[in-house]
């Protein structure tokens, strides 16, 4: 009773957040995230289909379904990625050699450590993908929530719940797949059951952020202030290029 | 066992790093972004670096020690002690609070800049580390022993914000006028 309310809310917020995005002009601005709601949307339906007209299907039906929408949210990356830094070229420029030396690492890690664990069934090689993926998608999720933090990158209120909210589903998401792995751990099956709680928690996060289309810091073009800046910038550069000079005499003892 | 604590505490990271943000957010809502005002302050700030560590050379100076050791009681020098110590770690407080501006108004900056060099960024994050390292092992010092007999230690720290000086200069040189004054525009669509 409780797994069907969970499902059948988490389809009723999914609506919900497809129905905002239409209706704030939000689909557009963030066309990749719900694309990835919109498959995710489609799964669950088909989930549910499979569940119910043809069980013994369902649990290969579900670890497929799985690699797909772990797949699908590495569109949420690219999406927060690219609007999140869409002014800041130099720190986008930055962090892009930074992903491709995680993804090419973590990327590693998981391919020694999938083939390592050996062949057994299509539905475990495809689970087992699926984790090693969602690691992946973890790390580079974390280096850019580091960048973010460190050069104070200024979200708008849409971009930022949608990046809290998927931060959460995902470490929750990589902690529970990484306990799933050792099997006879307890504390796995409590937190696998608490999984879909986050995820419509992760929903309502989603939901209430990209209700409607808030303002975001934006370039604007050439100003006085720029001018008044320039001068600034000059004098205080001709005032700093002979400062470490003159305190390092001073203070050398 | 081992490989599932990497994964743990990568997932436990993105859950603190993703909160940090939401706490990042809900400052910069109060506080202004970079303007041309906080561009002003910086050059304050270094300048008050320089002074500041100008008036140190006299707290540290063992000249003054020895001149109180000649002429003054022993309750002038115990007081005298006291007063440079308590002088001391404040400066060592306010040098940390002073480079931890600098770093911020620097990160802040750098996120203006068209290239950031990822191998000036490391250096500098490690000479930052250093920094704080440093100039905690100074405070533990200076409480434990005394301000005269920290001068080495001092000198490091000293240098040590000689460097964030001049990192700060080549990066205020490499700063994109554009997106800087657009910074200080009202947040609109």
Known sequence: MSTNLIWWSSVALETVVLFRGLRAELLKKYLLFYAYVGCVFLIEVLRFCSYTFTPNFYPAFYWHSELITIVASYAVIFEIFGQALRHNPGVAR????LLLVVFVIALSYAASDLLHGGFTSVPRATADLGRYLRYVEGALLLVMLWLFGRYRIS??????????GYSLLVGLDVMNLALLSFPGNEFSIGLRKSLPITYLITLSIWCASLWSCQPDPVQSAESAIDRDYEHLAAKTRANFAHLPARVGRKLRP | MTGLIPILLLGALILILG?????????????????IEDYSQACAAL????VETAAIKRIFANEDMEFISQAGTGDVQRFFLKERKRLAIQWVRMTQKQVAHLMDLHLKLASYTYEPSPRSEGRLTVNHVCFILASNGVSVFLWLFGPFKAVRIVAYTVRAAEYF?????????????????S???PRSL
């Open chain 1, 94 to 97: 930055l962090a892009q050699k």
């Open chain 1, 155 to 164: 979200f708008g209120r849409n971009l930022l719940g949608l990046t809290v």
């Open chain 2, 19 to 35: 909160g940090r943000l939401l706490a990042q957010w809900s400052r910069q809502s109060h506080a202004q972004v970079v303007t």
């Open chain 2, 47 to 50: 300048d008050s670096v320089f």
């Open chain 2, 165 to 181: 000086c001049s990192e700060f200069r080549l990066r205020l040189e490499k700063i994109d006028p554009v997106k800087l004054g």
């Open chain 2, 183 to 185: 910074a200080r525009q």
